[in-house]
């Protein structure tokens, strides 16, 4: 064990100790200064927490209290449709009593759950409408990122609470004799829902927000809202004009595997298999590169590949593979993006990328070079190549990796109700990053408002040129 090393494990407890007490001081400080303040570097420890309950029970949340959110001072002012219920939680079959729309988020235990499974992976929809919801009830103690607002001409962004990736989920195809599936009903009447609101017609929908993280998502209205600010899982479903990394977001998938606490995280001595993979062969698109790899290494005696979806049992078993793995690989599959890599941060297991076309989450804020190694797919191929670039590196080199990755994986986790730079903070965050841009372009546009509108400026000019 390297000295480094040793001082570190020593400094484990210090920061369990150490760290309510900054949490106790800073608590009479309003919670924005603490948020703003632990941007970076992270919150130091991360143990496995149920989504639900009393978040007091970990020791990173802020302590209970009457903390109530200043809207004044949230980096991040969000107006939200009143949707009906069958966009959003209708689709988890909650019923509210006569005309309620929302759900009431003042205990968790009785909010409905979202779907379990891979569905989960996609359930940032739900994560973030609920951090919304909960921002105008007192007694939840979350973090104070986002705050909703009544008040439309108050709000930075208009955020829309459809829950799209559950919609296609659930609904993909037409129903018994139905000649529509469900979901692509909702989302024409989203369009036209939307279309009718002088919200949208304001700024053509720029300063609205649509979460639609599901890759084949909003795949019937994804054109017609383009101007909206999407958060996504990546592009590569996407043509440029309709998303892309100016106005859109990227937020991480929820990991599928248990996340592995950073006290109990193998050391690189511990880790018998030098780089795993285990995923489901694409042999389209940028997927082919899967196969190729699997040729490759197939014979290797401490490489873990193989095909297969993750059932109960394959989830559970990549758990137990990727937290003795030194290296766990992230290959491009049908899509450039999926769980894989927030799965390999989860179990604190180096992420190797392989696949060109990646954007990654809050990659303005985190270098992820410090906690990952990037392969381009066409050296990846070169046999011998990618075996002797991990060999090659040293523990030294790998712990720092390793050190880091447990720094930022609590950026990588969900929470409802939310922490202080968790998964639903840092995506709000990344919103507020985009709102100079938006609100520069909004405001150019009205330069000219008060001349004479351009369609009849352009016809004298172009009489003009007709002379
Ligand atoms: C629902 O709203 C309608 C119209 O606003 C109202 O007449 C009706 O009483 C409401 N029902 C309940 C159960 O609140
Ligand atoms: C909404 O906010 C705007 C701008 O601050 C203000 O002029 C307006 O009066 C507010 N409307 C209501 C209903 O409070």
Not at 102 to 107: E, F, G, H, L
Not at 389 to 402: A, N, P, S
Request: aromatic share 12%; hydrophobic share 40%; net charge positive.
């Amino acid at each position: 064990m390297s000295e480094k090393h040793k001082l570190l494990l020593f400094m484990i407890p210090f920061y369990l100790i150490t760290l309510p007490l900054f949490l106790l001081i800073f608590s009479s400080l309003p919670l924005h200064q603490f948020s703003e303040l632990s941007v970076l570097p992270p919150l130091p420890s991360q143990t496995q927490f149920p989504n639900f309950g009393p978040s007091s029970e970990g020791t990173i949340c802020p302590p209970s209290g009457a903390l109530t959110c200043d809207e004044n001072q949230a980096v991040l002012k969000v107006y939200m449709y009143d949707l009906p219920p069958e966009f959003h939680f209708g689709l988890l079959k909650w019923k509210g009593n006569g005309n309620e729309t929302w759900p009431t988020v003042n205990d968790p235990r009785h909010i409905s759950p979202y779907l379990g499974g891979l569905f989960l992976q996609h359930g940032i929809e739900y994560w973030l409408t609920l951090d919304l919801l909960a921002s105008n009830v007192p007694s939840v103690v979350r973090s104070c990122s986002a705050v909703r607002v009544g008040n439309s001409s108050e709000a930075d962004i208009i955020f829309v609470p459809f829950f799209s990736s559950l919609s296609y989920n659930l609904y993909p195809r037409p129903l018994g004799k139905a000649k529509h599936a469900l979901d692509q009903i909702l989302q024409e009447k989203l369009v036209q829902y939307l279309f009718g609101q002088d919200l949208w017609k304001r700024h053509g929908g720029k300063d609205h927000l649509i979460v639609a993280h599901h890759p084949n998502s909003m795949a019937y209205s994804r054109k017609k809202l383009a101007s909206a600010m999407f958060v996504l899982a990546d592009f590569g479903r996407y043509r440029a004009k309709v998303a892309n990394i100016e106005k859109d977001i990227i937020a991480p998938y929820k990991h599928v595997v248990r996340s592995i606490p950073n006290g109990q995280s193998a050391q690189f001595d511990q880790r018998s298999i030098l780089a795993y993979f285990k995923g489901t062969i694409y042999r389209k698109d940028g997927g082919a590169i899967r196969q190729e790899l699997y040729n490759l290494l197939k014979y290797e005696e401490d490489v873990h590949f193989t095909f297969g979806s993750y059932g109960k049992v394959g989830i559970n078993k990549a758990n137990a593979g990727m937290a003795i793995s030194k290296f766990c690989l992230h290959i491009a599959g049908d899509t450039p993006a999926s769980n894989r890599l927030f799965d390999a941060i989860a179990t604190r297991c180096v992420p190797v990328i392989i696949s060109d076309e990646i954007e990654l989450p809050f990659e303005d804020v985190l270098d992820y070079s410090e906690f990952c190694v990037f392969v381009h797919a066409s050296d990846a191929i070169k046999p011998g190549y990618l075996l002797n670039l991990l060999r090659g590196i040293e523990v030294d080199d790998w712990t720092k990796m390793w050190v880091r990755l447990q720094e930022i994986a609590p950026h990588f986790e969900y929470h409802y109700p939310s922490w202080p730079d968790d998964a639903v903070d840092m995506v709000w965050k990344a919103v507020s990053r985009k709102v100079p841009s938006l609100r520069l372009q909004l405001n150019r546009k009205n330069r000219y408002s008060r001349s004479q509108p351009t369609s009849s400026l352009s016809t004298t000019v172009s009489r003009i040129k007709h002379h």
